[in-house]
């Protein structure tokens, strides 16, 4: 019987081929993660970022390119990584389009991801 041919690894930017969905790199960034409502993304989550969004209504990388956009997405700008004190510091968070922050996130949050 044949073998399934290897896929590319799910993580952006990975040239590694794997018999799963991540390299044997990556896969320590996925699996077992905790579910979001565990991470804190509660109804009292999406209460505050309901909040936080009225006030903020534009994405603050568009602004600063001269663009409005509406954000909707409540960013953390120094990423949380489970410090609740952290997670609930308004001065913490920034209103985002959902483009610039999945950029964010592809770009400096996994690149702190792998300097601990």
């Given at each position: 019987m044949?073998?399934?041919?290897k896929?590319?690894c ?11 969905n991540?390299?044997?790199e ?13 991470r ?7 209460k505050?970022?309901s ?14 390119d001269g663009?409005?956009t ?6 953390h ?7 609740k004190l ?27 991801e792998?300097?601990?």
């Open positions: 044949p073998m399934k041919p896929k590319p799910k993580h952006p930017r990975c040239p590694k081929v794997t018999d799963g991540y390299c044997d990556h896969k320590r960034l996925y699996e077992n993660r905790a579910s979001a409502s565990e804190g993304y509660d109804s009292r989550w999406r505050a970022r909040r936080f969004l009225k006030v903020n209504p534009f994405c603050v990388k568009c602004k600063d663009k409005l509406e954000a909707t997405v409540v960013d700008i120094i990423p949380h990584r489970g410090d952290l997670f609930w510091d308004e001065s913490n968070w920034q209103a985002l389009c959902k483009r610039c922050h999945d950029k964010k996130t592809m770009t400096e949050d996994i690149y702190e792998y300097k601990y």
